[in-house]
């Protein structure tokens, strides 16, 4: 089976930079991905880690290593408007979509 | 480039009734998967397809749940007879393909069940 393992609930001020751990298990593995869902939105797509290392897309980065079934999604420079639900991804050996519970990101001014 | 479709947008039913919500994909998109997202909680997906075969469909309640993608291309998912505890937000996603893992997600559909 595959489950991903997320904390339920961070909270940062603005300007600071938070981290979102992950870590999964899966019976394959097609590489982590991170959405950002705001309240009554639909998830949108934030990264994509199929190797280990760091992705960089503008203010957020995501990290994966592979060996220890670990990643995570780092936030600086933090907004109001970042405050959000963050959910870590991956799919399985069959390329089924499984996602975590998910992250709630307040952001205090 | 249009965006996945999702229709209705909001549904009220009552217990043991049926109700069907349809979805169409953005176009050239293989995959077509249905989450259910309850209120607090991460999507748990009920059914992958890519085109109009079955991916994983092992969350999917399947004594009162069904969905089909005839044609490969839109898809329903119906709920007959419907429980209290599927009261929950429906998101259709597509994707290029089975194993991208940047999919595209409709609106929903937010039913309440009654």
């Known amino acids: 089976g595959q489950s991903l393992e997320q904390p339920s609930e961070v909270t940062a001020v603005e300007g600071a930079i938070v981290q979102i751990n992950c870590t999964y298990q899966?019976?394959?593995?097609?590489?982590l991905s991170w959405y950002q869902q705001h309240d009554g939105g639909a998830p949108t797509f934030l990264s994509y880690?199929?190797?280990?290392g760091l992705e960089e897309t503008g203010r957020f980065s995501s990290f994966l290593s592979r060996s220890d079934s670990y990643g995570y999604l780092l936030l600086q420079e933090l907004q109001m408007k970042d405050s959000a639900s963050y959910f870590c991804a991956t799919g399985g050996s069959q390329g089924n979509l499984i996602f975590g519970k998910g992250t709630k990101l307040s952001v205090k001014p | 480039e249009a965006g996945v479709a999702q229709s209705p947008r909001y549904k009220i039913i009552e217990k043991r009734q049926s109700v069907a919500f349809w979805c169409n994909p953005i176009s050239g998109h293989a995959t077509l998967y249905w989450y259910q997202q309850i209120l607090g909680q991460g999507p748990k997906l009920l059914i992958q397809f890519q085109n109009n075969g079955v991916v994983d469909d092992s969350q999917l309640p399947k004594d009162r749940f069904s969905a089909e993608r005839l044609k490969g291309v839109d898809s329903t998912l119906k709920i007959q007879p419907a429980k209290l505890e599927d009261s929950a937000v429906y998101l259709c996603?597509?994707?290029?393909?089975?194993?991208?893992?940047?999919?595209?997600f409709g609106q929903g559909t937010r039913l309440t069940v009654v």
């Open positions: 899966t019976s394959g593995f097609y590489g």
């Open positions: 996603a597509s994707s290029v393909l089975t194993g991208k893992t940047e999919a595209f």
């Open positions: 880690n199929a190797l280990d």
